[in-house]
């Protein structure tokens, strides 16, 4: 069976991670996960800007805290993007908000194994959250931000490459040179993201010294997702080049090409100014994940849409993933010895 040191760090089966995928909520998919022997992560939710959404953000949090709690035979984490604008409305209030239900409550303290903090400056809740016990993962697109992430003291970095659904680096680093960089860098456990839909995935990331890896898009894909059908649909039908890297909340996120990214692109062309596509964006967010409209709605999703071809269970994917990377390995290892490198090279 592979063991990595994440299994150790978060006392899980296997080294899976859920992905967070704020602004929509992943509660049922974070249970799932965590039933299944990876680490469920409880999404960001709330769409920036609302009126209310300092207090529905953390109220939601604080519920789905108790809700997975409660549920998930496993362990799980949550996520708290951290970029300027989102310490300007939510993230201080919700940092608080788990420490204290760390503090004051048995059972979070057990399960609740780490905070996934993104988008933003490491520093801020470092300390924060490793002073009640929770591990810290900050999410990386470069080497530099994840040495950053390690003299801070986070516990391991998520090292996110510029297939992944969402928001990606403004200077495109892909996954394969990605990895390998950021795990020559630091001494920290290096989780890899995007573009993982496989156990041939994880078999290349383990390979590349990461200790596991974190799956978004591939995750909507599954019964238990509580994304609308027709985005998962949608995700089945996707080439590998139909999805795009344009506007997003704070900066540059990948899309599935739909009406929505064409119209975005129009205005930024006719030279619309950026507060004016937030007000025209906001409406849009629930439009594709709640109401199921693919066309107009909002559509973050990574590059491995393409591959994605099925909406098994959880429990059969992740148990999918772990048979595959274990045949991968084992296949890989019979390459050794019985056959010379050249040989190899020249079968393709
Ligand atoms: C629908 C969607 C929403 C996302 N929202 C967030 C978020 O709120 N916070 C975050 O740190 N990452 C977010 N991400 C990025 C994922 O956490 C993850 O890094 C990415 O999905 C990995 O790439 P993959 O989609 O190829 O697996 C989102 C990704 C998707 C697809």
């Known amino acids: 069976m592979i063991r990595t040191k994440i299994c150790e760090l978060f006392d899980i089966k296997y080294p899976i991670l859920q992905a967070p995928m704020g602004p929509f909520v992943t509660t049922k998919l974070a249970i799932a996960v965590s ?36 549920a998930a035979k496993g362990n799980f984490a949550l996520n708290i993007r951290v970029a300027k604008l989102q310490l300007m409305l939510d993230a201080y209030k919700l940092a608080d908000m788990v420490v204290d239900q760390v503090k004051n409550d048995p059972e979070v303290k057990r399960k609740l194994k780490a905070v996934i903090t993104s988008a933003g400056d490491p520093t801020i809740f470092t300390r924060k959250f490793k002073d009640v016990g929770l591990k810290v993962m900050h999410v990386v697109p470069t080497v530099r931000h994840a040495k950053k992430a390690e003299e801070v003291g986070c516990d391991a970095v998520i090292a996110s490459g510029y297939e992944a659904g969402g928001h990606v680096s403004p200077t495109p680093v892909h996954t394969n040179v990605l990895i390998p960089a950021v795990v020559d860098a630091v001494k920290i456990p290096v989780i890899a993201a995007g573009g993982f839909c496989d156990g041939r995935g994880l078999a ?145």
Not at 39 to 67: C, F, Y
Not at 246 to 272: D, S
Not at 279 to 308: F, T, Y
Request: hydrophobic share 35%.
């Open 35 to 70: 039933d299944a022997g990876g680490l469920g992560t409880i999404s960001h939710a709330g769409i920036l800007e609302e009126k209310d959404t300092v207090i529905d953000s953390v109220s939601k949090m604080k519920n789905d805290i108790q809700v997975v709690k409660k």
């Open 204 to 348: 290349s990331a383990l390979a590349m010294g990461a200790q596991g890896i974190q799956m978004g898009t591939r995750f909507i894909n599954t019964k238990e997702c509580e994304f609308h059908e027709n985005y998962k649909k949608k995700i089945m039908e996707a080439k590998e080049t139909d999805t795009e890297v344009i506007l997003g909340m704070f900066g540059p996120a990948r899309h599935l090409v739909n009406e929505y990214v064409m119209e975005q692109k129009a205005l930024i062309a006719k030279g619309t100014s950026e507060d004016r596509i937030r007000s025209w964006e906001l409406p849009r967010w629930p439009l594709a994940e709640k109401d199921g409209d693919i066309n107009k709605g909002i559509m973050l999703c990574g590059q491995c849409s393409g591959r994605v071809k099925d909406i098994p269970t959880v429990g059969d994917l992740v148990e999918r993933v772990m048979r595959e990377a274990e045949e991968t390995i084992n296949r890989l290892q019979k390459l050794k010895g019985t056959q010379d490198l050249t040989s190899v090279q020249n079968q393709g």
